[in-house]
T-cell receptor
């Protein structure tokens, strides 16, 4: 499985945008970039995924570098409920498992 | 719509015992995956089932087994429990085996 590198932790002020980076220099052409988050005492929650183009949904935006070796999850206005561990995961087309690293623990400061 | 449900929520067992964990996928989903999450780490893939057939297996010993039923629900069985099996066991479902996975709340297993 292609690996991802994320900072261990980040802090953000409430109602400010948050940019969570992820490096994946060994990504292959068929790898999708997935983001999940895990709130305390809950199972992981799907956030967003993309292949080459930037993606937006109601939860977040995903910005993918042109060479696909890095990506950034963007939370447009952080709330206290966004405090969680965020995982950046690569999954190739047709793959049947997700390889979770240790993720980035996001702390939102009121 | 109901999400992925898992039972029981919490479980305490002693070393050497056997445990069965259950998972009901989102209605219409045909694939179920199981993950183990040890405290402080990300989830680790154990099994995936699709249409009642095993589609993938992670690096876990043979003490771990699973099956999927005709209604697409699934069971994870762990035999001869060890202290190191203490973890949060997560079930995820997806419509297709390579589709986006949606996770349940997990079963917290403590082995004493």
């Amino acid at each position: 499985d292609a690996k991802t590198t994320q900072p261990n932790s980040m802090e953000s002020n409430e109602e400010e945008p948050v940019h969570l980076p992820c490096n994946h220099s060994t990504i292959s052409g068929t790898d999708y970039i997935h983001w999940y988050r895990q709130l305390p005492s809950q199972g992981p929650e799907y956030v967003i995924h993309g292949l080459t183009s930037n993606v937006n949904n109601r939860m977040a935006s995903l910005a993918i570098a042109e060479d696909r070796k890095s990506s950034t999850l963007i939370l447009h206005r952080a709330t206290l409920r966004d405090a969680a561990v965020y995982y950046c995961i690569l999954s190739s087309t047709g793959a049947n498992n997700l390889f979770f690293g240790t993720g980035t623990r996001l702390t939102v400061i009121p | 719509d109901a999400g992925v449900t898992q039972s029981p929520t919490h479980l305490i067992k002693t070393r050497g015992q056997h445990v069965t964990l259950r998972c009901s996928p989102i209605s219409g989903h045909k694939s179920v995956s199981w993950y183990q999450q040890v405290l402080g780490q990300g989830p680790q893939f154990i099994f995936q089932y699709y249409e009642k057939e095993e589609r993938g297996r992670g690096n876990f010993p043979d003490r771990f087994s699973a099956r999927q039923f005709p209604n697409y629900s699934s069971e994870l069985n762990v035999n001869a429990l060890l202290l190191g099996d203490s973890a949060l066991y997560l079930c995820a479902s997806s419509f297709f085996y390579a589709d986006t996975q949606y996770f349940g709340p997990g079963t917290r297993l403590t082995v004493l």
